[in-house]
């Protein structure tokens, strides 16, 4: 007994070691200090964790398995836990929740049962599956059929997941396909665990037996082999995701034995707590992470790690404590544990409150360069005034580049002046249901159900060689896939739409705590501009098939226009149109001009809505910058052609 508990000592410290690691991927550990260490974490060392679980689950399972009902309780068990952590989610996270399960029936059944009804939620109905179907094979003595089924299984979850590329286009995808519709991805399901939970088992029974020197020499080798498959999949595209290496089969089981011939030794209390705490960590992170993300928010990676480990921490031990059945020998000791994993939680989550404004000015101060050298870019600024009052329009542009920035100081200097910044709408907040409600289709609903089939083989395509899953992609409206897939193939990184002007001139707001004012109430904005676009979804999604031959050259040129004020060539500019030959020119115009025709009506009643906003603030005894986007400013669906026919005063500031 006293030898089983020693290695099983090991064993249960490496299980909450893997929870954190399974924290530190989710939470981006490293990503504010270092975007390739963070990758080394978290798609490579923290690849071990999950396969570590299964393999634990395994090896306990055969242990235990002679145990009357072992099984049956087991699943009952880790049921009811997945139920209660769903029931809490539901409760605290629900807008997540809600867009996580937006599909029709068939569609939450699938995720509530197989996916999670949060994303890490997957391993328990995996674990259910796997401990059932292995236990099944174990009592017939189907040792070689469960090694050759979990064989074909986790091969099937490579192609499907890091190893995605190689059957790409071949009558193999079919497999991954089916597959997927049923299960989701490769990750979840049976392809993941049963290999693994198998490899748990077959230790177990002694039918992987090393030696202590092979051991070691299996553990460096392995290890070298595995970073080596980390590095080589991750630079090369053949991979969908990271979850499944082929050498975890090979060094998570070493690992395992490894721990098993440990001579560690601790508390038989505090070792059971901790295999106790392991699951509760897991289970619980997630709800943590995305209630502080909700609630309070984190730029800060590393500082939203230690939150997430602390708060969950403190829950699973209050959790284990009281389950753990063995006596207590120093209550005092585990009060004193629990109250500093309370003041610490309390002292992050005061920290992370307290510093997030100053932070967040702080980000968006060092990206653009705002204690830099001004340059000499104006754009298209213009100061509107009358006989009493004047304010400034500043014509936006939806993509800018780092070395732009700080603009020239005639731009700080209208800004200076003006005592708020009004822009047109706040920015999506994929948090605010009512907002997703308009964006996206109801429960039962989906774009197939709105557009043309031809539009849907279009769409799937397009999806499919930006590398973006149809499905995550089918419950949102036209207007907003085709803003979704432009990005993504133009700017995966976001890069030229962070630089945005509005985005800067955000930031110098938030930097200067200067009151941020907006024209027109989201909800209203998105409702109209919505159900404008949803007349024309069709054309929308049409359009996306063009995205792939856009230039970037013609971009930069688009950008270039902005710099020098020239919005009379800025809004005649296509980038999209000028980057295509002659066979497709015509096509795209008809696309665009069908939908132009419909948005007409919107960008005229906007227009009116943006005229009498400003005629409002005209009338006040204080200045205001606004900024509005480059439709909306200059044109004949621009504002500044009604203010000069109504009589006011329009300047265009210049160096």
Aim: charged share 20%; aromatic share 12%; proline share 2%.
């Amino acid at each position: 007994m006293e030898e089983n508990q020693k290695r099983y000592d090991s064993i249960n410290i490496m299980r909450v070691i893997c929870a954190f690691l399974v924290i530190s991927l989710h939470t981006s550990f490293f990503a504010s200090v270092d975007l390739g260490l963070n990758n080394i974490v978290a798609k490579g060392i923290s690849r071990i964790a999950v396969p570590f679980f299964f393999i634990s689950t395994g090896y306990f399972m055969v242990k235990n398995i002679t145990k009357n009902g072992y099984v049956k309780g087991f699943v009952k068990r880790i049921g009811l836990i997945y139920l209660l952590i769903s029931l809490i989610d539901i409760i605290l996270i629900m807008p997540y929740v809600s867009m996580r399960l937006s599909g029709d029936f068939a569609y939450k059944i699938k995720y509530i049962f197989i996916g999670g009804i949060i994303e890490s939620l997957w391993y328990i109905p995996a674990i259910i599956f796997a401990v059932v179907l292995v236990s099944i094979f174990l009592k017939k003595n189907w040792i070689k059929p469960l090694i050759v089924v979990s064989i074909l299984l986790y091969i099937i979850g490579l192609l499907g997941d890091s190893y995605f590329g190689l059957i790409k286009n071949t009558p193999l995808e079919v497999v991954i396909n089916f597959y997927n519709n049923i299960f989701i991805n490769t990750r979840n399901g049976i392809t993941f665990s049963i290999p693994f939970v198998t490899l748990g088992a077959l230790i177990a029974k002694g039918n992987i037996k090393l030696s202590k020197n092979i051991i070691n020499i299996c553990l460096i080798v392995f290890s070298i082999i595995f970073a080596l498959e980390a590095y080589f999949l991750n630079l090369s595209s053949i991979s969908l995701d990271t979850n499944m290496y082929m050498t975890l089969l090979l060094l998570v089981p070493v690992i395992f034995i490894w721990l098993l011939n440990m001579n560690i030794e601790i508390n038989e209390r505090t070792s059971n707590i901790l295999r106790e705490m392991s699951l509760w960590i897991y289970c619980v992170h997630e709800t943590i992470m995305l209630i502080v993300m909700m609630y309070m928010g984190s730029k800060n990676t590393i500082l939203m790690f230690l939150e997430v480990s602390l708060i969950s921490t403190l829950i699973a031990y209050l959790i284990a404590r009281r389950k753990v059945k063995v006596p207590v020998n120093n209550i005092k000791r585990e009060r004193r544990i629990t109250t500093v994993l309370l003041i610490l939680s309390l002292v992050f989550l005061f920290t992370n409150n307290a510093n997030k404004n100053s932070q967040a000015a702080n980000n968006q101060a060092d990206l653009y360069n705002s204690n830099g050298e001004p340059t000499d870019i104006i754009g298209p600024l213009y100061k509107v005034s009358d006989d009493n009052s004047s304010i400034y329009i500043y014509q936006s542009f939806g993509f800018g580049t780092k070395d732009m920035y700080p603009l020239n100081p005639e731009v700080k200097e209208a800004f200076d002046n003006s005592e708020a910044i009004v822009l047109e709408t706040e920015g999506i907040n994929m948090q605010d249901k009512n907002i997703m409600d308009i964006l996206t289709y109801g429960s039962d609903d989906s774009i197939e159900n709105h557009v043309s089939k031809e539009a849907i083989e279009i769409l799937k395509e397009v999806a499919k060689d930006a590398g973006v899953e149809f499905k995550n992609l089918e419950k949102y409206k036209a207007y907003i896939i085709s803003l979704v897939l432009q990005q993504y193939i133009i700017d995966k990184d976001a890069m030229l739409f962070k630089y945005s002007p509005q985005g800067y001139l955000s930031s110098l707001a938030l930097e200067e705590k200067k009151e941020t004012i907006y024209m027109v109430e989201p909800i209203e904005y998105f409702k109209n501009s919505l159900e404008a676009s949803e007349k024309v979804g069709d054309e929308f999604i049409k359009l996306t098939k063009y995205y792939k031959y856009i230039n970037k050259e013609n971009i930069t040129k688009s950008i270039e226009l902005w710099k020098s004020a020239d919005v009379e060539n800025l809004n005649k500019y296509d980038y999209v149109y000028e980057s295509l030959d002659n066979s497709n020119k015509e096509e795209y115009k008809k696309l665009a001009d069908i939908i132009n025709d419909v948005y007409s009506d919107f960008l005229n009643k906007q227009k009116d809505i943006y005229v009498g906003k400003a005629k409002e603030y005209m009338k006040e005894d204080k200045e205001y910058f606004i900024v509005l986007s480059d439709i909306s400013v200059t044109g004949e669906q621009g504002i500044l052609e009604t203010l000069t026919k109504e009589g006011y005063k329009v300047e265009k500031i210049s160096k």
